[in-house]
């Protein structure tokens, strides 16, 4: 039977990705349901294959089939039940009550309890940069403190309503206040309460370049990173210049021809009576953002496929945080998706096969990753490859995976520290789906990016005003000492622990050895 997993969404962006997800993985089970429809019974015609959905044991990992008409949501056990009441194992948290309200009213309010929803109006506010900047202090010092009973009960409930637990998966970002700042507060407190669950967290992660929206991001993000350090079982880090990047190749755009570049471009003039308010931000466009919360969703519900159906080789979370983390408090894991956009059917099975050996090498490629990187030029310290798809077979995946890993820096001692999984079900409007997970030193490059940021304002005590009413700024100096350990320790491995690259094959991209980073030697000792 599968073990549930219940879902915790933080703030704007937890909730927002973790409706796309939700839309996600019904879409899928709705497909599978038709497709087994359709096994079951081929002469009906299609709109009569099952006249009432069922409920069946892939459903139970996210969901609840209960009786609305039972004051606490009655569970319907059994599987193969008449669908009556769907509730998602979810637990929703805001500081604000609009991103909340939006769930609600969305056509997937009804997944959602009322009594697993945390919320607080005292957060909402004007001044963007010191109410992020207090939800972010005010998040684990007072709105965590305050809300612990209600986040206590909240899980107690989800518990309740579990056979078997597996994991808690957590949804939040690092860059605005209350996903930060309440989402640290509930890693810590998953962590105390209950430390036999493993906490998976997919943390989204500021643009370390460019435009930020929020002026105490890098504040936000290192406090953040030393409590996903300190308590998470593993993280998922996904950049949001990685999905923008993915996005805007995603789009389709008009071919240009000899005379186009010759042409001067045309500028938009207000017209004759029409109002310009030149003082109004810019209108942010929501479907990019659509697009953007999309492509974790996939990347969520890949992950979760073999907790949810059958195949040749199952993965489950457990697996992922016991196998790719062979050191403690270096779980942050590099994610690459392919197929990125939808792919034709293929005909015949040679077809498949050629298609199937470019997307397994893609997932190196910088363009697939869903955290800015470039995987191959640092020393991988353990991975996962997990597929989906009824056309793809086990020696396959294990082949195309075996060329793809020369392409790698292994650890000299763990050169087999590659988990495997395949899913016999597709994802929606593709015939196969493929994750790579890396833990890799790479990731200390976009960290050491982001403390750079934090020291730039905190060497001047920028914004820090905005914080002192809420915690000693002692713990700023201790959150920094974090990440730059964090950063020492994936950089003393990438430089002592891999195979020489003068000894790599020539496929590889290596023609000298790597000196990405560059630290103190005292931060670059052995522990």
Same mark, same amino acid.
């Given at each position: 039977?599968?073990?549930?997993?219940?879902?915790?969404?933080?703030?704007?962006?937890?909730?927002?990705?973790?409706?796309?997800?939700?839309?996600?993985?019904?879409?899928?089970?709705?497909?599978?349901?038709?497709?087994?429809?359709?096994?079951?019974?081929?002469?009906?015609?299609?709109?009569?294959?099952?006249?009432?959905?069922?409920? !069946?044991?892939?459903?139970?990992?996210?969901?609840?089939?209960?009786?609305?008409?039972?004051?606490?949501?009655? !569970?319907?056990?059994?599987?193969?039940?008449?669908?009556?009441?769907?509730?998602?194992?979810?637990?929703?948290?805001?500081?604000?009550?609009?991103?909340?309200?939006?769930?609600?009213?969305?056509?997937?309010?009804?997944?959602?309890?009322?009594?697993?929803?945390?919320?607080?109006?005292?957060?909402?506010?004007?001044?963007?940069?010191?109410?992020?900047?207090?939800?972010?202090?005010?998040?684990?010092?007072?709105?965590?403190?305050?809300?612990?009973?209600?986040?206590?009960?909240?899980?107690?409930?989800?518990? $309740?309503?579990?056979?078997?637990?597996?994991?808690?998966?957590?949804?939040?970002?690092?860059?605005?206040?209350?996903?930060?700042?309440?989402?640290?507060?509930?890693?810590?407190?998953?962590?105390?309460?209950?430390?036999?669950?493993?906490?998976?967290?997919?943390?989204?992660?500021?643009?370390?370049?460019?435009?930020?929206?929020?002026?105490?991001?890098?504040?936000?993000?290192?406090?953040?990173?030393?409590?996903?350090? $300190?308590?998470?079982?593993?993280?998922?880090?996904?950049?949001?210049?990685?999905?923008?990047?993915?996005?805007?190749?995603?789009?389709?755009?008009?071919?240009?021809?000899?005379?186009?570049?010759?042409?001067?471009?045309?500028?938009?003039?207000?017209?004759?009576?029409?109002?310009?308010?030149?003082?109004?931000?810019?209108?942010?466009?929501?479907?990019?953002?659509?697009?953007?919360?999309?492509?974790?969703?996939?990347?969520?519900?890949?992950?979760?496929?073999?907790?949810?159906?059958?195949?040749?080789?199952?993965?489950?979370?457990?697996?992922?945080?016991?196998?790719?983390?062979?050191?403690?408090?270096?779980?942050?894991?590099?994610?690459?998706?392919?197929?990125?956009?939808?792919?034709?059917?293929?005909?015949?099975?040679?077809?498949?096969?050629?298609?199937?050996?470019?997307?397994?090498?893609?997932?190196?490629?910088?363009?697939?990753?869903?955290?800015?990187?470039?995987?191959?030029?640092?020393?991988?310290?353990?991975?996962?490859?997990?597929?989906?798809?009824?056309?793809?077979?086990?020696?396959?995946?294990?082949?195309?995976?075996?060329?793809?890993?020369?392409?790698?820096?292994?650890?000299?001692?763990?050169?087999?520290?590659?988990?495997?999984?395949?899913?016999?079900?597709?994802?929606?409007?593709?015939?196969?789906?493929?994750?790579?997970?890396?833990?890799?030193?790479?990731?200390?490059?976009?960290?050491?990016?982001?403390?750079?940021?934090?020291?730039?304002?905190?060497?001047?005590?920028?914004?820090? %005003?905005?914080?002192? %009413?809420?915690?000693?700024?002692?713990?700023? $100096?201790?959150?920094?000492?974090?990440?730059?350990?964090?950063?020492?320790?994936?950089?003393?491995?990438?430089?002592?622990?891999?195979?020489?690259?003068?000894?790599?094959?020539?496929?590889?991209?290596?023609?000298?050895?790597?000196?990405?980073?560059?630290?103190?030697?005292?931060?670059?000792?052995?522990?």
């Amino acid at each position: 039977m599968p073990r549930e997993v219940v879902v915790f969404q933080i703030g704007q962006c937890g909730n927002q990705i973790g409706s796309q997800f939700w839309q996600t993985v019904l879409e899928e089970h709705a497909a599978a349901a038709r497709a087994r429809a359709g096994a079951t019974a081929p002469g009906r015609p299609p709109g009569l294959q099952s006249a009432v959905p069922l409920f !069946d044991a892939s459903m139970s990992t996210f969901f609840r089939n209960v009786d609305a008409r039972h004051p606490d949501y009655r !569970d319907l056990r059994g599987d193969d039940q008449p669908i009556k009441t769907l509730k998602a194992r979810a637990i929703l948290i805001d500081t604000e009550e609009g991103v909340l309200n939006a769930a609600r009213r969305s056509a997937l309010g009804s997944l959602f309890d009322e009594r697993q929803i945390v919320a607080d109006v005292s957060g909402a506010g004007n001044n963007c940069v010191a109410v992020l900047a207090e939800r972010g202090a005010h998040g684990y010092c007072e709105y965590g403190r305050g809300f612990r009973p209600q986040l206590c009960e909240a899980a107690r409930r989800a518990l $309740e309503h579990a056979d078997s637990i597996q994991a808690f998966l957590l949804l939040h970002s690092l860059g605005g206040g209350t996903g930060s700042g309440l989402g640290s507060y509930v890693v810590e407190m998953l962590a105390e309460e209950l430390p036999e669950v493993p906490r998976f967290c997919c943390s989204i992660v500021p643009s370390p370049v460019g435009a930020d929206d929020v002026v105490t991001s890098p504040y936000n993000s290192v406090l953040a990173l030393a409590y996903l350090r $300190e308590h998470a079982s593993c993280v998922l880090p996904v950049s949001n210049d990685a999905l923008i990047k993915i996005c805007e190749a995603s789009e389709p755009r008009p071919k240009l021809t000899a005379w186009d570049s010759t042409l001067p471009r045309r500028s938009r003039t207000p017209r004759e009576g029409e109002r310009v308010d030149r003082r109004r931000p810019r209108v942010r466009n929501d479907g990019a953002f659509d697009k953007m919360n999309g492509l974790v969703a996939r990347a969520l519900a890949q992950l979760t496929c073999s907790l949810r159906f059958d195949g040749s080789l199952s993965v489950d979370l457990d697996d992922i945080t016991t196998n790719l983390v062979p050191y403690p408090g270096l779980h942050f894991l590099l994610s690459s998706l392919a197929p990125l956009a939808g792919v034709a059917p293929e005909r015949g099975a040679a077809s498949v096969e050629r298609t199937f050996a470019q997307r397994v090498a893609d997932l190196l490629a910088s363009s697939n990753q869903l955290f800015a990187s470039q995987p191959m030029r640092s020393l991988c310290l353990a991975s996962a490859f997990l597929a989906r798809g009824p056309l793809i077979s086990v020696s396959s995946l294990i082949h195309n995976v075996a060329k793809l890993r020369r392409k790698l820096r292994l650890l000299s001692f763990n050169q087999d520290a590659t988990r495997f999984g395949l899913c016999a079900v597709a994802p929606q409007g593709q015939p196969y789906g493929l994750l790579a997970l890396l833990n890799s030193c790479e990731v200390a490059h976009l960290f050491s990016t982001v403390h750079g940021r934090f020291n730039q304002l905190f060497t001047r005590k920028a914004h820090l %005003h905005h914080y002192d %009413h809420y915690m000693d700024r002692g713990a700023f $100096e201790a959150a920094s000492e974090s990440v730059l350990s964090l950063v020492a320790d994936y950089s003393y491995l990438n430089r002592t622990h891999g195979p020489s690259p003068a000894y790599l094959p020539a496929s590889t991209h290596f023609s000298r050895p790597c000196s990405l980073y560059a630290w103190p030697p005292a931060l670059c000792a052995p522990r």
